[in-house]
C-alpha cells in the first residue's frame, strides 16, 4: 500500500479507532477498580473526612466498589479454568494440536475471555515463526482495526493494527501501523498525531532468499503465505458490546449512596 492511501485509511479509521478505545479503557479503569468515584483522586480510593472546605458538609470519601472486576473474573474463570478438550478422532493430530497451543492454552484463552468482557471482543493473532514453528498471541483489542465488506457475509477485508513502540535511540515513543490483507502485511511509522510524517518502516523485517535461506536485507513489506488475515476475533456477544455496559450505572449509584452514608456518618 502506498503511504498516500495508508494515510487516508488512517484518518477514515481513526474516529472508530478513538471510540473504540475510550469504550475499553473505561471497562479497564472499572476492572482495575478505578471507578467514576475515584476521578477527583485519580483512580485511587481515599478516605477523606476533611476534603471540603464547608463547616457542616466536610467529609468527602471516595471509596469505589469492584463488583465489575468479580464479575468479568468470575466468567473468566467459569469459562477458561479448564481448557477445552479437542479432539479430531486422530491421536497423532491431537497430540500435535496440544504441542501447538502450549502448555499456556488455558492462561490465554482465560485473558481472551477478559479482554471479550471488557472490549466486546478479543483477537488472537497467529503466525509462523523463523524455525518454523506455529505460533499465536493476544492482541491487546484497542490495537485492532477491523475493516469488513458491507455485504451480508462481512468478510475480513483487511486489518489494522496500531501501537506505540519505544525508539532506544533517541528515547522517544512512536506509533508502528501495520496494515494486513490475505497475502502480505505492510508496516508504516509515524509521530505526529496527523500522520503528516508517516513513512514506511523500511527495517521492520529481515528478508531471506527462498532458495539459499540467506539474508537479502531488510523491508516494510511481508509476504505472510497463510493465505487469509491471521487474526481471529472472538466477540462477546452479537452486537459485541462490553460487559460494563449493562451494569455500570447501577454501580455508579452504589458507590454514590455508599459514599455518602459514609460522609454524613463522619459529618455527624
Not at 525508539?167 to 505492510?186: I, L, Q, R
Not at 456477544?237 to 455496559?245: H, I, M, T, V
Request: glycine share 6%.
Amino acid at each position: 500500500m502506498e503511504i498516500k492511501t495508508m494515510k487516508q485509511l488512517l484518518k477514515n479509521t481513526d474516529g472508530r479507532r478513538i471510540k473504540f478505545a475510550n469504550q475499553f479503557d473505561k471497562s479497564l479503569h472499572y476492572y482495575f477498580n478505578k471507578n467514576d468515584i475515584t476521578n477527583r483522586n485519580n483512580g485511587e480510593s481515599k478516605l477523606n473526612e476533611a476534603g471540603k472546605d464547608e463547616p457542616l458538609r466536610r467529609a468527602d470519601n471516595r471509596v469505589s466498589s469492584n463488583f465489575h472486576q468479580l464479575l468479568v473474573d468470575q466468567e473468566a474463570g467459569y469459562v477458561a479454568t479448564v481448557p477445552p478438550t479437542i479432539d479430531v478422532e486422530n491421536d497423532t493430530l491431537n497430540d500435535k494440536i496440544k504441542d501447538a497451543l502450549g502448555d499456556n492454552f488455558n492462561l490465554r484463552l482465560n485473558q481472551m475471555v477478559v479482554d471479550a468482557a471488557n472490549a466486546g471482543v478479543a483477537w488472537l493473532h497467529y503466525w509462523i515463526d523463523e524455525s518454523g514453528q506455529f505460533r499465536y498471541g493476544i492482541v491487546p483489542p484497542d490495537q485492532v482495526v477491523p475493516i469488513y465488506s458491507s455485504d451480508l457475509d462481512r468478510k475480513l477485508l483487511a486489518l489494522r493494527r496500531s501501537y506505540k513502540q519505544l525508539n532506544p535511540d533517541t528515547g522517544k515513543y512512536f506509533k508502528v501501523h501495520e496494515y494486513w490483507t490475505d497475502k502480505d502485511v505492510t508496516v508504516f511509522k509515524s509521530e505526529m498525531a496527523d500522520y503528516s510524517d508517516l513513512s514506511l518502516y523500511g527495517d521492520r523485517f529481515t528478508l531471506y532468499d527462498v532458495t539459499s535461506g540467506d539474508e537479502t536485507g531488510t523491508g516494510a513489506v511481508l509476504e505472510h503465505q497463510l493465505g487469509r488475515i491471521p487474526f481471529i476475533a472472538f466477540p462477546k456477544n452479537k452486537y459485541q458490546r462490553p460487559d460494563l455496559l449493562k451494569y455500570k450505572g447501577l454501580i455508579d449509584v452504589y458507590d454514590n449512596v455508599y459514599n455518602g452514608f459514609v460522609n454524613d456518618v463522619d459529618d455527624i
